[in-house]
């Protein structure tokens, strides 16, 4: 039996609000959790209840960190800093060589005191994310060549079945014709 399809908006009965909202925040606390601890990635949420009372979770040493670099990605983006470079508009990643290029073009002495701590965590994430995707896809292919050697040893394994079989009917065979061949020549 499934679920009922709640229509959004707002709960009229007091108490099943005040059940709703308690319901709904542990859920996306424990969702910006689970992204925080499979991603990798920095999360804060804030929670005002209609009371005043606060809420709020977060996965770095403390809000203040998280809300510092969210401030300063907001004005190095008012600014046109480099940032800009390291994300594509759409906020998707680099390819892998044109990070390594970015990375080492950034670091070269001149211009290294010229990037924030901000910029570097930046780079520093876009490099553990790559590296964790290059690890994800050795190991995936890793487990295809495993799985394809697993197959091809079963067909090996059945093929020398086969072979075993088609090996002791031809000695059932031979020892057929010895017998029949005794007995042909006693009669005769």
């Given at each position: 039996?499934?679920?009922?399809k709640l229509e959004i908006?707002?709960?009229?009965?007091?108490?099943?609000?005040m059940v709703c909202f308690?319901?709904?925040?542990?859920?996306?606390?424990?969702?910006?959790?689970?992204?925080?601890?499979?991603?990798?990635?920095?999360?804060?949420?804030?929670?005002?209840?209609?009371?005043?009372?606060?809420?709020?979770?977060?996965?770095?040493?403390?809000?203040?960190?998280?809300?510092?670099?969210?401030?300063?990605?907001?004005?190095?983006?008012?600014?046109?800093?480099?940032?800009?470079?390291?994300?594509?508009?759409?906020?998707?990643?680099?390819?892998?060589?044109?990070?390594?290029?970015?990375?080492?073009?950034?670091?070269?002495?001149?211009?290294?005191?010229?990037?924030?701590?901000?910029?570097?965590?930046?780079?520093?994430?876009?490099?553990?994310?790559?590296?964790?995707?290059?690890?994800?896809?050795?190991?995936?292919?890793?487990?295809?060549?495993?799985?394809?050697?697993?197959?091809?040893?079963?067909?090996?394994?059945?093929?020398?079945?086969?072979?075993?079989?088609?090996?002791?009917?031809?000695?059932?065979?031979?020892?057929?014709?010895?017998?029949?061949?005794?007995?042909?020549?006693?009669?005769?």
């Amino acid at each position: 039996m499934g679920r009922k399809k709640l229509e959004i908006k707002r709960i009229e009965e007091n108490s099943a609000r005040m059940v709703c909202f308690s319901k709904r925040r542990n859920g996306l606390i424990k969702k910006a959790r689970e992204l925080s601890i499979l991603c990798d990635v920095d999360v804060a949420a804030i929670i005002f209840s209609k009371r005043g009372k606060l809420y709020q979770y977060c996965s770095a040493d403390s809000i203040s960190q998280v809300l510092q670099e969210y401030q300063s990605r907001i004005e190095s983006e008012k600014d046109g800093c480099d940032t800009e470079e390291l994300y594509s508009r759409n906020g998707d990643y680099l390819t892998y060589g044109e990070l390594l290029k970015t990375v080492g073009s950034e670091l070269k002495e001149p211009r290294v005191e010229q990037l924030s701590v901000a910029d570097l965590g930046l780079m520093q994430k876009q490099l553990e994310t790559a590296l964790m995707e290059i690890r994800l896809t050795k190991t995936k292919l890793m487990t295809d060549a495993q799985s394809s050697l697993q197959e091809k040893e079963k067909m090996l394994e059945e093929e020398k079945k086969n072979f075993n079989e088609i090996v002791e009917g031809n000695k059932c065979a031979k020892k057929k014709k010895v017998v029949i061949d005794l007995n042909i020549a006693a009669d005769g």
